[in-house]
């Protein structure tokens, strides 16, 4: 084999090789950004009650990471569940052994639903916004 051809034959494989490693660094990216929801981050969220003698509002913060909804452990109020990457609400919110379920749609950086507590005998609507 010639100089030239073993030089272009290296230069061939130099480039397909190049080649296959954007596309594993392309696909490994993908798989990340797959791994996080298009919804992580951190909702400021407003709870108002329009049935039952709960509080007539309540204010604190969740988190949504990879879908998955939680809040502060020293929070006065207990968030857990999930929103799907189309934006389906489905949670729970828990304070000592009352449990109040929660529905609603993400949309854009809002989120809003309905919620209701037989064990409370209250229900209501949220509305949450993504911060920052």
């Excluded at 696909?27 to 909702?43: E, L, M, T």
């Excluded at 990879?66 to 799907?84: K, L």
Aim: hydrophobic share 40%; glycine share 10%; net charge positive.
């Amino acid at each position: 084999m010639g100089y030239i051809r073993g030089v272009s034959l290296f230069a061939a494989v130099l480039t397909a090789g190049a080649c296959c490693e954007a596309t594993i660094s392309s696909a490994s990216q993908k798989v990340q950004s797959a791994a996080r929801s298009r919804h992580d981050g951190v909702y400021a969220v407003d709870v108002f009650t329009h049935q039952g003698a709960c509080d007539s509002v309540y204010h604190w913060t969740i988190t949504v990471l990879r879908g998955r909804v939680s809040s502060p452990a020293d929070g006065f109020m207990q968030a857990s569940g999930e929103i799907t990457p189309r934006g389906v609400v489905s949670l729970a919110f828990r304070r000592d052994n009352q449990v109040a379920t929660v529905a609603g749609k993400v949309k854009g950086k809002v989120a809003t639903g309905i919620w209701s507590s037989p064990t409370l005998q209250c229900a209501g609507s949220w509305r949450a916004v993504r911060q920052g």
